[in-house]
């Protein structure tokens, strides 16, 4: 339990830093399992955190409950705001979670702000513009870390008009706060390049931070001596193409599928599924529509068993539908990197998986809705072992040399130290 002493008081002699973030550890969405890594990674920086979050929706399944309102972690103070209660089930519980979770929050960023520097992400996706507002009364400053651009993410899919007034507006407040923050982290090229010609954020406002992996595959490609390959049954001389990690609204997973479908008849191959997702069930039934009886679908996996379950494949499949470059970059994307897979890329061109694709030479990048080029690729290369190893191969090595935990901490530690320069 975090004490109103210790809120008062702060971390003696080193700079505060108040993250806002709807979900944090326990809860196993990625944004958590990111922002606790690198946090929880940080612990000699000489930085105080504090995190303002709200209850965790998805928990391992060993995990007790309830999970306290606040509490210490590994010197990091969280607090826990709003509801409690599975949002995800449908638009009224959603409502009413960011409802409590804003009005709860707000009262404790802006008493835990004072005299400390506050970071938001962009979860909830009108953060930006909310702790701007904050800022306002609280007369702290703040920093942004973009993970996604709303509303033109939902703008490009059709889900909102350009023209509309909600959208409008929304551009409105989220230039006004990007032009106002202390520093912006973005985690691609394409999304700078977004801020920069979109919002006119200024060059030194932005900086550069990829995400990471910690689920370092070791640079082995021995898909078939993994724990999941074993317990799914896969023949000795089966191909296995992946995909794992979120099935959401940035996803085309149907076009996979159908893929899949296509090429069910081929005897070695093998589709593995991972994950979940508002788009999963609609997936699903069209998998067992067109007999796609060569996918395996598994739930998400604990972080005790990820390096195992991404090392079951020998390709791994990146999809981001048309039109989304700039507004989010795939995280799926350094995982895969760890562990040493070739990448099928399905994603705009000109995106940051496009672009890491084509500087590392470790996949073939296609567009979103290819199914004859994704069908074509999958052939050529389940019939070609070494080009495969050699993505693989080449895959871990940019990993390794650049996209472990310890590099985007090091950025992060400069960004919150105030030691970062501009990355135009």
Not at 234 to 247: H, K
Not at 291 to 297: K, P, R, T
Not at 299 to 307: D, G, N, T, V, Y
Request: glycine share 10%.
């Amino acid at each position: 339990m975090v004490s109103d002493a210790q809120t008062d008081a702060g971390p003696d002699r080193r700079k505060r830093v108040v993250l806002v973030t709807q979900p944090y550890w326990p809860d196993i969405q990625s944004t958590s399992h990111l922002l606790t890594e690198l946090l929880e990674a940080m612990t000699d920086a000489p930085i105080g955190f504090t995190v303002v979050c709200g209850h965790p929706v998805m928990l391992p399944a060993e995990m007790p409950s309830p999970i306290p309102s606040q509490e210490e972690r590994k010197g990091i103070r969280i607090f826990r705001c709003g509801l409690r209660c599975d949002y995800k089930r449908n638009l009224l519980l959603r409502a009413l979670y960011m409802a409590s979770f804003v009005i709860s929050a707000s009262w404790r960023i802006v008493r835990e702000g004072r005299g400390a520097l506050v970071c938001t992400v962009t979860n909830p996706p009108f953060a930006p513009a909310w702790i701007r507002l904050l800022s306002r009364f609280g007369g702290f400053r703040y920093q942004i870390v973009c993970h996604d651009v709303f509303p033109d993410g939902l703008v490009s899919l059709g889900k909102l008009k350009a023209s509309g007034a909600i959208a409008g507006l929304w551009r409105w407040a989220n230039r006004r706060a990007l032009r106002g923050t202390d520093g912006i982290v973005v985690l691609g090229r394409d999304m700078r390049e977004l801020l920069r010609d979109r919002y006119g954020v200024g060059e030194e406002r932005l900086h550069l931070v990829p995400n990471w992996s910690i689920a370092d595959g070791g640079g082995r490609f021995e898909p078939g001596k993994t724990e999941t390959w074993r317990e799914q049954g896969f023949p000795e001389d089966a191909f296995v193409v992946q995909y794992s990690g979120n099935m959401g609204l940035w996803h085309d997973i149907d076009t996979l599928v159908r893929v899949a479908a296509a090429l069910k008849e081929h005897p070695r191959l093998r589709f593995l599924f991972i994950g979940g997702g508002m788009r999963q069930k609609r997936a699903r039934a069209l998998a067992d529509e067109l007999g796609a009886d060569n996918v395996v679908w598994l739930p998400f996996q604990s972080e005790e068993r990820l390096a195992d379950s991404l090392a079951c494949c020998h390709l791994a499949l990146v999809s981001q539908r048309e039109g989304l470059e700039g507004v989010a970059v795939p995280c799926k994307l350094y995982g895969i990197l760890a562990s040493g897979r070739g990448i099928l890329a399905m994603v705009p061109e000109g995106s940051e998986v496009a672009r890491v694709v084509a500087e590392e030479d470790c996949g073939v990048r296609l567009a979103p809705d290819d199914d004859e080029g994704l069908a074509s690729a999958i052939r050529w290369l389940a019939d070609d072992p070494a080009a495969v190893q050699g993505m693989g191969a080449r895959a871990y090595a940019a990993f390794d040399g650049k996209y472990r935990l310890a590099h985007a901490a090091a950025r992060y530690r400069e960004f919150w130290l105030g030691e970062m320069e501009g990355d135009g």
